[in-house]
């Protein structure tokens, strides 16, 4: 059997020659898009090196960390909603995350989607839950993306798993709806226990309100619903 594009993915990203082509306007932090390049073949990343983070008062230094963990839940999910994330320490600006390329219509994104394309909503409710899980602190609508292949991805979680609860999103338009019980089977068993490789990026408190969180959702049963209206990140888009 043939390599699956998942490992191809992996080995560019972690094995790669890094190359800076430009830094991607309109970021918080320095953020870089590179091209990468292996055996397997070359293609395009987005590299956020620790050396240009913004000081926060809120979260520690390393929120490459942060990109890396989100991407490792989702993935012993099964759930596939953040693309491919590793840390390279050899990285042209030093120490910092790498995560695939999502090739998509960047005039789409999230409010566009909700009204244009009901046929994502499924997984853009997905999301929600998931930034729940994650307690994101930065879900604006243009963190939503829809893949040319028509998957939609959720990407920039440097702002998540805080262990104080502070959820901001965009997307609330599914607070209230019932949780499919498979999502809710499937987030079951974090109440007992947090994947290693999850846990090891973040202190035991961050790794205790992953645990806290998910007992309130499987109790509710539902997406959250934000009473006070004001759990939104600025700018929305």
Partial sequence: MGETV??????????????LLGRIPRSSNETYLVE???????ALAVYKPEAGERPLSDFEPGLFRRERAAYLLSEHLRWG???PTVIREDAPLGIGSL??????????HYFTLYEDAPETHDALAQIALFDFVANNTDRKSGHVLR??????????HGLCFAAPFKLRTVIWDFAGEPIPAALLGDIAPLTAAVPAGVAELLDDAEVAAIKR????VLHDGVLPVDH?????????V
Avoid: M, N
């Fill in 228 to 236: 006070t209206g004001q759990r939104y990140p600025w700018p929305l």
């Fill in 81 to 83: 909603l953040v693309p």
């Fill in 99 to 108: 995560q695939w390329f999502v090739e998509c219509d960047f005039s789409e």
């Fill in 213 to 216: 969180r998910v007992q309130r």
């Fill in 6 to 19: 998942p490992e191809r993915e992996l080995t560019l990203l972690a094995d790669g020659r890094v190359e």
């Fill in 147 to 156: 893949g040319h292949d028509g998957q939609i991805w959720g990407i920039d």
């Fill in 36 to 42: 990468v390049t292996a055996a397997v073949g070359k």
